[in-house]
């Protein structure tokens, strides 16, 4: 299952990310797959990219009252939670993402880099979430960075 939910979230992102010839586009989607609209804070992926993609990331389980800590993302990130409430307090960014943030299952959200934040579980119910660093060549290594002490 997670597999899957993890194929559709890829196929997603690069459908948005490269237009398709026009006989592709008039395909019929396969049966029993399902795509509903992505949705971001900051809108679409605004870099124009002429090397191939690095997507990598994993899925992250936060138990009840977990929080991952003060981190710090150096590429674009997209975020969809699988199961449970996702609360994400931003120390900065533009309207709309600066301060709390609540994403329900089948929510997404992109963190378009280098914010600080903390992820938090403030329910009695497990929270998982897919995390995709979406990079190219060159750029820094997709990893988190917390703020030294």
Request: charged share 15%; hydrophobic share 40%.
């Amino acid at each position: 299952m997670l597999t899957k939910v993890c194929l559709a979230l890829i196929m997603a992102l690069l459908v948005g990310l490269v237009s398709l010839p026009a006989d592709a586009q008039d395909s019929k989607d396969p049966k029993g797959v399902k795509v509903k609209g992505l949705v971001t804070s900051l809108g679409g992926f605004s870099a124009t990219v002429n090397a191939p993609l690095l997507v990598s990331g994993g899925t992250v389980d936060l138990e009840p009252g977990g929080q991952t800590g003060r981190q710090q993302f150096r590429v674009p990130t997209y975020i969809y939670v699988i199961e449970g409430v996702l609360t994400t307090d931003y120390e900065a960014g533009p309207v709309g993402m600066k301060g709390v943030q609540y994403h329900a299952a089948g929510q997404s959200f992109m963190d378009n880099g280098a914010w600080w934040h903390s992820h938090m579980n403030r329910t009695d119910k497990p929270v998982k979430y897919l995390m995709l660093h979406i990079a190219y060549p060159g750029r820094p290594d997709p990893v988190q960075k917390p703020e030294p002490e």
